[in-house]
């Protein structure tokens, strides 16, 4: 079974950054396309980015393109999700996603969330 745990969440100020890892322990995430989501109170789960397989490629939503960046570190199986110029309406519970191909599709296995949370 695979099992991804998405940490490095916290609290933030407006304008500061995070960066947030997705880790895995019985699968070489290089082997995986690597999706982002987030949840925020009281709202439905989005995707907010992926990672292609091949690492030559990203995919952003356009509220936080420009802001965040997805990147591998093979060599530590580890993705992270670099979160720049945080903004208050970016709180939310993160997740990180694995699809067997080389881009994410729904998401076939997910990992307990970190909860970022932004406000001065």
Avoid at 85 to 93: Q, W
Avoid at 103 to 118: A, D, I, K, Q, R
Wanted: charged residues 20%; aromatic residues 10%; neutral net charge.
């Amino acid at each position: 079974e695979v099992q991804l745990q998405a940490s490095g969440g916290g609290l933030v100020q407006p304008g500061g950054s995070l960066r947030l890892s997705c880790t895995a322990s019985t699968v070489t995430l290089r082997y995986y396309a690597i999706g982002w989501h987030r949840q925020a109170p009281g709202k439905k789960r989005e995707w907010i980015a992926c990672i292609n397989r091949s690492d030559d490629d990203r995919t952003y939503l356009d509220s936080v393109k420009g802001r965040f960046t997805a990147s591998r570190d093979n060599a530590k199986n580890t993705v992270y999700l670099q979160m720049d110029s945080l903004k208050p309406e970016d709180t939310a519970v993160y997740y990180c996603s694995a699809d067997e191909t080389e881009w994410c599709g729904v998401g076939h296995y997910w990992g307990e969330g970190t909860l970022v949370t932004v406000s001065s």
